[in-house]
């Protein structure tokens, strides 16, 4: 297992997720709620754990019981996506599907295989 040190109050998810960027936010929570995760506080007492959210004082120790957690030590960050642009042709192409515009709602005839909303590992989609 891994150990991991508490050095001031924070997230549960947040520390695990800082100290492995390159792991995705919902495999970190997951381990927790999956009881993965054991920490052992400041006063030596075991706390339970089941909310990733759960905010930890600092001196505690983390035990994370993950093979894929203590492999990904080295990885780099998963890169992000936010910067992938529309190439000219998709842009005049998406333009060219608005069928209304008004200040409150756009129509879009949506070309298929471009995702409406993004997510994780979604490169390219329409809210961002």
Not at 21 to 26: E, G, I, M, N
Not at 61 to 82: D, G, I, N, R
């Amino acid at each position: 297992g891994t150990i991991v040190r508490v050095d001031e109050t924070e997230r549960l998810d947040n520390l695990l997720s800082r100290q492995r960027p390159s792991l995705p936010f919902s495999f970190i929570q997951r381990l927790v709620r999956n009881k993965k995760v054991k920490v052992l506080g400041p006063e030596g007492e075991w706390i339970k754990l089941v909310n990733p959210g759960r905010k930890l004082q600092g001196g505690a120790t983390l035990h994370v019981q993950s093979k894929t957690f203590e492999e990904s030590k080295h990885e780099a960050p998963v890169a992000e996506t936010s910067h992938l642009l529309l190439s000219n042709r998709e842009k005049r192409d998406l333009v060219d599907s608005v069928l209304l515009e008004h200040p409150d709602v756009i129509i879009i005839n949506k070309p298929s295989g471009l995702a409406v909303q993004g997510g994780s590992k979604m490169g390219r989609h329409l809210d961002r």
